[in-house]
């Protein structure tokens, strides 16, 4: 009788100890659950709420190579009211940690974390713009480049050579760069814009060799760029840029001096004052085409697609001879007595 009363009690106390420890469970459980909904109604605000900014527009910058943490960080002290630990955190709940891509981004009032998260990792980077212009040479283009303040000026100090070499490249920088206008996100280096200008005169000045006119006597596609750019700074009319590269195919064919200003105006320098004079036609130097037979050693400017077209598809003349006109077209001539003629009509009339 005893025994049986035992076990009972035993049986009771068990079961009253599991009813037990079952209630701590689901209370404990229920408390984990409700701290969770707050949390995930917590970080739910933070996410959508619009954030107020004390401007309509801010703009700020993510360093490149820089984690979500840095990220964060460089958000908030460009003055976006958040707590870089939260927006961490909403970044690593999302699974977007390992996207966060560098750039100038601008953000506008009522934009909520979330969409911020989104710009962040998609690259929804501002974008502002450079014109690199045909014709300039490449100390027009770096000093555009050291004026922009949108760029960053990590060329600044090296000599073109060391800027080169930055890039991987070597020989003289001139007219190896594509005029255009270039898109670029803010803060972005000089380096890159350059590397990009580069690559864009290597893909179209190859596509311009490669289909080029059979029998063009030029010994190497360098020689065409830099025929290109002498053609570039003679003229600014396109219709006459294949007549112009004509011209001085025909003389370099017969062996004649090339004779064009730009050459000499470039071979001067710092030194040009806007007024060429005979005796600076008679200095010899390794730009002087009126002292020096063939090209100049290298590209005088950039030139653009028409000038290379030019050089690549030359019009089929005879003509030695030009001079301007002074409406910005060229007058064409096969014989040097036609030549003078043209000058006294068109140039020596004009100086009177």
């Known amino acids: 009788m005893g025994y049986y009363s035992f076990c ?4 009771f ?6 009813r037990l420890t079952m209630r701590w469970l689901l209370r404990l459980f229920g408390l984990a659950f409700a701290i969770a909904l707050l949390f995930v109604g917590w970080m739910a605000y933070f ?12 703009d700020f910058a993510i360093q ?10 460089q958000i908030a002290q460009a003055g976006v009211p958040i707590a870089d630990w939260q927006f961490t955190l909403l970044g690593r709940i999302l699974g977007k940690a390992a996207g966060i891509k560098a750039g100038s981004y601008e953000i506008s009032q009522g934009i909520t974390p979330l969409q911020l998260l989104e710009k962040i990792t998609k690259g929804d980077v501002t974008q502002t713009e ?3 212009l045909e014709g300039w040479t490449f ?15 990590d060329t600044a100090g090296l000599t073109d050579l060391q800027v080169m070499e930055k890039l991987g490249l070597e020989g003289s920088p001139e007219g190896r760069f594509f005029p255009d206008t270039y898109l670029f996100a803010r803060n972005s280096s000089d380096i890159d814009i350059l590397r990009r200008a580069y690559r864009q005169m290597d893909q179209v000045f190859s596509a311009g ?13 360098y020689e065409a760029l830099i025929l290109a750019s002498i053609v570039e700074k003679e003229t600014g009319k396109t219709g006459d840029r294949a007549q112009i590269a004509s011209v001085f195919l025909n003389r370099l064919k017969r062996g004649m001096l090339l004779q064009t200003d730009p050459t000499v105006i470039y071979g001067l320098g710092e030194k040009f004052d806007g007024n060429l004079r005979k005796r600076d036609l008679l200095a010899d130097g390794p730009y002087n085409t009126y002292t020096r037979p063939g090209l100049p050693p ?17 019009a089929k003349t005879e003509m030695l001879y030009f001079v301007a006109r002074g409406d910005g077209s060229s007058q064409f001539s096969r014989t040097l007595e036609e030549h003078n003629r043209a000058v006294a009509k068109y140039q020596l009339r004009k100086g009177n």
Do not use: C, F
């Open 130 to 132: 450079i014109l690199l």
């Open 139 to 153: 100390r027009q283009m770096r000093a555009t480049l050291d004026a922009h303040p949108d760029i960053r000026h």
């Open 64 to 73: 490149s190579g820089s984690p979500l943490r840095a990220a964060s960080r």
């Open 8 to 11: 009972d009690a035993g049986t």
């Open 298 to 314: 290298t590209p005088i400017a950039m030139p653009g697609t028409a000038s290379i077209q030019a050089v690549m598809h030359p």
């Open 13 to 18: 106390l068990s079961h009253s100890h599991s």
């Open 47 to 58: 996410a959508l709420s619009p954030l107020r900014l004390n401007t309509a527009v801010l």
């Open 209 to 221: 060799w490669a289909a080029r006119e059979k029998g063009l006597p030029y010994s190497s596609p």
